[in-house]
């Protein structure tokens, strides 16, 4: 990084060098106009290369209503982004940089590999030879006393001026990549209304007895149906898989559910959900099993002989319910189709994979710049959106990465004589 940026070529800068940062520079740099992109870590899309650890989830095959129903109560917001840069757009973009992609079974879609680091080297290499040009360990601080954007350097504290600035920080998990939420104050200091950042996408704790904690702790609840009713007194029901954990619950299945599993914890201070550990058995069919003579055999062979269940299901069984529902085979078969289990928090918000809340929209305008700062837009996770796994997270990341990067070039074009900078 070279610390002194010629004043005359200051234009627009970007901040956070995730996917919402590094398509908002994209979109900017083209017919000369010069982006300066700002990152506190040494290098940039850490949460990219971590979200492609697993196997990377760039967006989702199905159609644009469903895929925009993922959004929920944001879907509205979130439509003229995708309207813009879709995930059909989205996937003839990674095309574009040498990545082919595929759709697999869940209709999830993945670059080939799976991987997302030769994805991003190929758009680092192509953003650079854009004209791109990369600080990094650059920690911003917000604005000084003559509006410029003040950074946190090795060499001290520096202030840099530009014409406009496209903010694109994350939100507040996994603060060790780079994303901490600390923007949140210093946006609120300028008048801008920031929903608080809550953990979505995330685990939740249970009260496990010590005894089931340090047998089961990391074991997979395989197929099982997961049930409970919202604040709103909808019922959600949902086939999957989830993990046992030392404190509790998380897994895709959990994260499925977890925003409205989190907002019901919210208002009554625990959820009690409902485990079906046979679903493709009935309730009749599965206490015909469990009343099946067992002679001389444990009630745990018996179930693991009659219905399959062993292991953690049948510990969570053992954890949960009274001793003497084990004598009752109506009881018991009840239970097996329908386990309850309270959950009394969700995780905190620096293990969750995403953020709830965020710079509100009302703040925005349609080029997603804060109608109050004018010049300065916001873009990704730290918009007040939240969405389930599945590629959803990423695509409007870089949806509205997109639409803030073009918006602020509008907007410097349309003031191309002015010569105030933030
Ligand atoms: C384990 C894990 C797995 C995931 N898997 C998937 C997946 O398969 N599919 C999917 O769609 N999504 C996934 N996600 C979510 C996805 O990675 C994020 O939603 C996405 O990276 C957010 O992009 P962003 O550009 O808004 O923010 P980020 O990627 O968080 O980037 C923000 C950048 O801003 C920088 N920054 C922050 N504050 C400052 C500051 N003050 N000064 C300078 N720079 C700053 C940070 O260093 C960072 O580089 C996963 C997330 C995690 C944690």
Redesign the pocket.
């Known amino acids: 990084m070279a610390p002194d940026i010629p004043a005359a070529s200051r234009k627009i800068a970007v ?7 590094l398509m908002a520079a994209e979109a900017i740099c083209r017919d000369g106009i010069r982006v300066d992109l ?4 040494p290098s ?5 290369l ?2 492609g ?7 989702h095959s199905e159609p644009l209503l469903p895929f925009l129903a993922r959004y929920g109560a944001r879907q509205a917001k979130i439509r003229p982004l995708l309207e813009a840069f879709g995930p059909e757009a989205l996937r003839e973009w990674i095309h574009g940089l040498g990545i082919e992609t595929f759709v697999g079974s869940s209709g999830r879609v993945f670059p080939q590999d799976m991987k997302a680091a030769p994805l991003l080297r190929a758009w680092l290499r192509r953003l650079r030879e854009a004209g791109v040009d990369f600080h990094m360990r ?4 917000g604005w000084d006393e003559a509006g410029r954007l003040r ?1 946190a350097t090795s060499q001290g504290e520096q202030s840099f001026g530009f014409d406009a600035v496209v903010l ?4 507040g ?2 603060a060790q ?4 939420g ?2 949140v104050s210093l946006l609120e200091q300028r008048g801008v209304t920031v929903a608080t950042l809550k953990p979505t996408n995330c685990g939740f704790d249970a009260e496990w007895s010590e005894h089931f904690r340090s047998r089961f702790a990391g074991e997979p609840l395989k197929s099982v149906v997961l049930s409970f009713t919202d604040s709103a007194g909808v019922v959600h029901r949902r086939q999957g898989e989830f993990v046992a954990t030392a404190n509790g619950v998380e897994g895709s299945l959990i994260y499925a559910m977890s925003a409205a599993l989190r907002d019901k914890i919210a208002a009554h201070g625990d959820v009690l959900i409902y485990l079906d550990l046979m679903p493709g058995k009935d309730e009749s069919q599965v206490i015909k099993e469990i009343a099946h003579p067992r002679g001389s055999r444990s009630m745990a062979s018996h179930l693991q002989s009659r219905l399959g269940i062993k292991g953690v299901k049948s510990g969570l069984l053992r954890e949960l319910l009274p001793a003497h529902s084990f004598s009752d085979p109506a009881r018991l078969g009840s239970a097996i189709k329908a386990l309850p289990l309270r959950l009394i928090a969700p995780r905190p918000l620096n293990e969750a ?2 953020s709830a809340g965020g710079v509100v929209f009302e703040d925005l305008d349609d080029r997603l710049m804060i109608r109050s700062l004018p010049g300065v837009f916001c ?4 918009l007040d959106w939240e969405a389930p ?7 409007a ?1 870089f949806a509205s ?1 997109r639409v803030a990067g073009l918006g602020a070039r509008a907007w410097l074009e349309s003031r191309s004589s002015s010569t105030n900078s933030l």
Do not use: Q
């Open positions: 901040i956070g060098g995730g996917p919402a940062g700002f990152d506190a870590m940039v899309g850490r949460k990219f971590m979200a650890k697993g196997g990377m989830n760039i967006t650059h920690r911003w601080l950074f694109a920080l994350g939100g998990s996994w990549l780079g994303s901490n600390a923007w994979i995403s873009a990704g996770e730290m796994t599945g590629g959803y997270l990423l695509t990341c990465g």
